[in-house]
Each structure stands twice: as C-alpha cells, then as structure tokens.
C-alpha cells in the first residue's frame, strides 16, 4: 500500500536539528542514517490503522500518532561507504515481538547495532518506543499539535 504521493520525509524544526546531530555523530564512526518514516498526515494514520487495528504498531487514530505531530521518525543505520543497511533483529515494520526494544534472541551484530542506534538517539534527544527498534519520538512530542498537512 502506497502511502505518501512523494519520498520526502518532514520532522518540526527541534526533532530535525536533533536528528541532524545525530547523523554527525555517526558519521564519526562510518555509520549514518536511512529514514523510513517521519511527519505522517492525520489521513494516513487513518489508512493504516484500518487493517491492523494493534496500537503497539499504528496510532488509533482516536488519539493520533507522534508521528501526525512531526515529532517521530523511523529509521535505521547505514554504512556510509556502501550505503548498505546494518543487520538489525528485523526488517522494518515487522510486527513480531523481534522487532522489540526488549528482545535479546538474536544474532549478536543485531544487538549491537540496535544498542548503537538506541543510544545515539537517546544522547540527542528521541525515546525509544517499546514494541519498535526503528521508531523513536523527540522529547516534549506532546507539545506539538496534531497535523494533517499534504506532504506535495
């Protein structure tokens, strides 16, 4: 299912500084960033709750998501000379108690990379989300509004 119209991803202005630092930080060691997901229009948020209606991976859009806020991304880590993804303990979106922040039984690059991209992003700022090992929202998220902005 195709949900955005383009492949751009928005964060407010705090979250994207914060990110930013964060990629400097990596860079340091090779590493950098490959963004899934971040601003989501309300709309969407609507779109995929409907078929998988399990708050630990959409937002039920009664309450609407972090992301409709502007204040969560997804993302993984890259090697910066090849570009290539680093083993993680799942592909992205997997929605198998694997892909939690808690879940040890895996292959040890998996664990370590995940630990490295955890707490990069905790030193700059983003919380890690429990059932998610890419998803991670920026302090004070609660701030922001609810928005339902066309992404074109």
């Given at each position: 299912m195709k949900l955005y119209?383009?492949?751009k991803v928005?964060?407010?202005r705090p979250a994207a500084i914060a990110l930013h630092e964060v990629e400097r930080?990596?860079?340091?060691d090779g590493l950098g960033l490959k963004i899934f997901?971040?601003?989501r229009p309300y709309r969407v948020t609507v779109r995929m709750w409907k078929p998988i209606r399990n708050p630990d991976f959409v937002a039920d859009?009664?309450?609407g998501s972090r992301h409709n806020r502007g204040a969560a991304v997804d993302l993984t880590l890259i090697d910066l000379r090849?570009?290539?993804e680093l083993p993680m303990p799942t592909g992205y979106d997997d929605f198998t108690p694997r892909a939690r922040q808690d879940f040890n039984d895996l292959?040890?690059?998996a664990l370590v990379n995940r630990a490295r991209l955890r707490e990069a992003m905790k030193g700059h700022g983003f919380d890690p989300l429990p059932s998610e090992w890419w998803h991670f929202d920026f302090h004070g998220w609660e701030?922001?509004?609810l928005l339902d902005l066309p992404l074109e």
């Open positions: 119209p383009v492949s928005f964060l407010r930080e990596l860079a340091r997901d971040g601003y859009p009664a309450k090849t570009g290539r292959p040890h690059d701030k922001f509004e």
